[in-house]
T-cell receptor, first 114, second 112 residues
C-alpha cells in the first residue's frame, strides 16, 4: 500500500459525459501528479501540482482539467468524454515535487467510456 | 521532444537467470532516469533510478547502467524470482523540466 488513495476504483460512463476522479496524497506529501495509462499510448504524464499550484503540464487535453485543494487532495475532471479516453488514471504523490523525488502511485481509477 | 524506446516488450526467463531490459532516449539534455515495476492491478512503483553523472547504480539484485554518449540505459535483474514477474517501465526526464517520458513497458515472466 503506497498510502495514496484514489476514488472511485472503477467508473463506467457514456460519451459526452463529465467525470471527476479524486486523489488523496500520502500524509505529508505536497505534490500530486496525474497519469493516464492506455494500451496504445502507454503511461503518459498529464499534470503536476505542488502545494495547490500547477507546476508542470504534460499531454493533457483541453477537455481535461485538474486542481489541488488546500487540504492537498486533488481532482481530475474529464469532460466531453470520448471512447478514446477509456484508460487507467493514476495519481501519484511526492514530498517536495522535485524531479528526483520518489513518486508514490495510487491504485488507479479505471475509466470506461461506452 | 523526448522519445523513449524500450526493448524487449516481453521477456521470459527461468528462475535464477538474469534479465536485461534496455531503453534508449533522444534528448541529450535528459539527466534523470527512473525505473518502475508495475504488478497486476497496482500502480507503478519506483525500483531504482540513475542520474546522468553516474554510470551504474546497484541495489541488491537490481542494477541500472547508463551510457550518456549512446543515450541508452539498461535494467539488470540477477537471480530472478517468480515475484519479479511484472511489467517494467523505464522513463527519462523531459529536458530540464518536471515531467517524464515513459517507455512502452516490458512484461517480464519468471518461470519457476
Amino acid at each position: 500500500d503506497s498510502g495514496v488513495t484514489q476514488t472511485p476504483k472503477h467508473l463506467i460512463t457514456a460519451t459526452g459525459q463529465r467525470v471527476t476522479l479524486r486523489c488523496s496524497p500520502r500524509s505529508g506529501d505536497l505534490s500530486v501528479y496525474w497519469y493516464q495509462q492506455s494500451l496504445d499510448q502507454g503511461l503518459q504524464f498529464l499534470i503536476q501540482y505542488y502545494n495547490g499550484e500547477e507546476r508542470a503540464k504534460g499531454n493533457i487535453l483541453e477537455r481535461f482539467s485538474a486542481q489541488q485543494f488546500p487540504d492537498l487532495h486533488s481532482e481530475l475532471n474529464l469532460s466531453s468524454l470520448e471512447l478514446g479516453d477509456s484508460a487507467l488514471y493514476f495519481c501519484a504523490s511526492s514530498v517536495a515535487g522535485t524531479v528526483t523525488d520518489t513518486q508514490y502511485f495510487g491504485p488507479g481509477t479505471r475509466l470506461t467510456v461506452l | 521532444g523526448e522519445n523513449v524506446e524500450q526493448h524487449p516488450s516481453t521477456l521470459s526467463v527461468q528462475e535464477g537467470d538474469s534479465a536485461v531490459i534496455k531503453c534508449t532516449y533522444s534528448d541529450s539534455a535528459s539527466n534523470y532516469f527512473p525505473w518502475y515495476k508495475q504488478e497486476l492491478g497496482k500502480g507503478p512503483q519506483l525500483i531504482i533510478d540513475i542520474r546522468s553523472n553516474v554510470g551504474e547504480k546497484k541495489d541488491q539484485r537490481i542494477a541500472v547502467t547508463l551510457n550518456k554518449t549512446a543515450k541508452h540505459f539498461s535494467l539488470h535483474i540477477t537471480e530472478t524470482q517468480p515475484e519479479d514477474s511484472a511489467v517494467y517501465f523505464c522513463a527519462a526526464r523531459e529536458g530540464q523540466g518536471f515531467s517524464f517520458i515513459f517507455g512502452k513497458g516490458t512484461r517480464l515472466l519468471v518461470k519457476p
